[in-house]
């Protein structure tokens, strides 16, 4: 699978492809909204009708309709049938149909709106960030840096997996994914200061502050998040989290399926940048997939994650992130003793990385399918292993990595 | 070749350009001095920087720019001093980096050569047409919308200089810029060295490179060593690394 700008520029010239992006994302946002508050079918079915001519409107081709609606199919049957059981057929089949409904808008609106535009959208809706010394002109250097580093970082990873096999130690995580960050976070250095040299200047970019005058400066400078290093590991930790979503997923002995390594990433950005700029990686990642970009595990992308069953899992990283990086900066890595370290680590990793991500999954999943909560509860304990196998290699990664980097907590 | 009529014509710009001077530049990092007591006047059109790895070359260039600061002295370009102006000197002065994947910031081409661009505040038509300018220079125009990340290394190195050279700066530093790069590649960036009509100062290890600059300044250990003509630099250099 590659991941390039180039691929998500096919948008066909339609009705629907003239019509701004952010009204569009509105539409989409409001209908989600309403159909799930008004659970009935009269308005169900105009969602579904409303859906069938937004496909139409923007000329979607059938055969990649049939392609993405493969996959949300088999989850759309399951709700159906979990929902049969617990709630009734007559309940059931409108979950099912409002869930597709929703599915097929979000995909109308991703097929007939460029990369880029969606991505402006996403932009001005994380505006906030600056609050947190970030200008949007930052993030979108972020977005971008991103994009670049993906494919870098991907195939750096089968090169040192490659090096490590012919080593033996190809059963290792740590092994793999030490070498990975550390040649990751060396050139970040690296390229910071190719990106001053080229004249980057935040103060100047940054119109809109700058033009506030000395009291958003102010503001900045005790933020003093605002460096380019800063953008540059937020880039690359986005790069990682995506990366680790495209390699194939791995087995571990004690786990019997395998496990993609996204949310590793996830706890990694947390357990290693902190809370703010852990938190920061992952809304990048996630900004990037919802505009479009098929770095979800699997090599999903698009709106229709969002409002599928498993959105909650993926708006859940961020918070996630922000709490393993709490913990982590604050607590985790106070000890001397190396093993209680490795114990803490796990522990913020686990509370982060799966008491908060599930914590947006479970209720989500149950809302967006129509299944009861204790359901959706005992659906997300299959993946209770793999996640809690990857706060394990979270915390031998970032205790390693932490004590031959030991400012990178501190930037 | 028209070399020699070029040349001349070349020299008239980088005359113009304010020659750099270090002035006792000792740089000292986490307790290890990297540079001690250099001082220079670099004026001459095409300057090479020679020495084995971990001599201090690549400090002495970043300080050119105001990438890093001297612990002691000064770095002074015209009227400015890096620890003080390092943002205007660094329009004047541009870098290309060793590896050329680390330089690279932008998804696509021609988005990368115009970031620089935009961070001098150019916006509109212009950044457009002074990207197409520079590709069609370096005969790259093919690569306009190709992605980064597919270039080979030779692409690579050639787009950084590009990146580079569409701020246009009055001189360019260069830091080993062949190194990485097959003949035929180091041979196509040598000769674009060899046309650029800025002042380029050039760290290298590429003996042949060397001795097409008209200067050459021999490093080791953190000082100046040998300061003269090239092929007496280049005969230094093989010695002190015990090749003679």
Known sequence: ?411 | MTATATSESETSAAELAPPLVLEDVTVEREGKLVLSDVSLELSEHRIAILGPNGSGKSTLLRLLNGLISPSSGDVRVGELTTARHARQIRREIGFVFQNPDNQIVMPVVCEDIAFGLRNLGIRGHEVDTRVQAVLTNLGLGHLYDHETHTLSGGEKQMLALAAVLVMEPSTIVLDEPTTMLDLRNSLRVRREIARLQQRAIVATHDLELALECERAIVIDAGKVVFDGAPDAAVGFHRELCGAA
């Open chain 1, 1 to 411: 699978m590659s991941v390039s700008a180039s691929s998500f520029t096919t948008v066909v010239p339609s009705p629907l492809a003239r019509v701004p992006a952010g009204l569009k994302f509105a539409v989409l946002f409001a209908v989600g909204i309403a159909i799930y508050v008004v659970s009935s079918w009269p308005l169900v079915l105009a969602a579904l009708v409303l859906a069938i001519a937004a496909l139409a409107a923007a000329k979607v081709r059938p055969d990649r309709l049939l392609r993405a609606l493969s996959g949300l199919l088999i989850i759309i049957a399951l709700v159906v049938v979990i929902g049969a059981f617990t709630r009734g057929y007559d309940a059931a089949a409108m979950y099912g149909v409002r869930l597709l409904a929703l599915c097929l808008f979000a995909f109308a609106v991703t097929m007939s709106t460029r990369f880029h535009q969606m991505l402006a959208v996403f932009e001005k809706l994380f505006a906030p960030v600056r609050w947190l010394g970030y200008s949007s002109a930052q993030m979108s250097l972020g977005l971008s840096m991103t994009v670049r580093f993906i494919p870098e970082i991907r195939n750096t990873y089968f090169e040192v997996r490659e090096a490590q096999h012919a080593r033996g130690l190809q059963g290792s995580p740590r092994a793999v994914l030490v070498p990975l960050i550390a040649r990751t976070l060396q050139s970040a250095q690296e390229v910071a200061l190719a990106i001053d040299a080229r004249c980057y200047d935040s103060e100047t970019i940054r119109g809109g502050l700058a033009r506030r005058g000395s009291v958003a400066r102010a503001r900045e400078a005790r933020a003093g998040s605002g460096s380019t290093t800063d953008t540059v590991h937020v880039a690359v930790m986005a790069a990682l989290i995506a990366a680790l979503g495209l390699v194939p997923p791995i087995t571990l002995g004690v786990v019997p399926v395998p496990i993609t390594l996204q949310t590793l990433g996830v706890m990694l950005a947390g357990a290693l940048l902190g809370p703010w700029r852990g938190m920061l990686a992952c809304l990048v990642v996630v900004v990037l997939g919802f505009a479009g970009l098929p770095i979800f595990a699997g090599g999903a992308g698009g709106l229709g994650v969002l409002v599928g069953p498993s959105g909650g899992y993926v708006v859940g990283w961020a918070p996630g992130a922000l709490v393993i990086g709490l913990l982590v900066k604050y607590l985790a890595l106070r000890p001397r003793a190396l093993w209680l370290r490795y114990v803490l680590v796990t522990i913020s990793a686990l509370i982060g990385g799966v008491g908060v991500i599930y914590a947006f999954g479970i209720p989500w999943t149950s809302v967006a399918g129509g299944i009861s909560l204790r359901a959706s509860f005992i659906g997300a304990g299959a993946f209770i292993p793999g996640d809690s196998a990857k706060a394990v290699i979270t915390a031998l990664v970032a205790v390693t990595i932490h004590r031959r980097y030991r400012s990178l907590l501190h930037s």
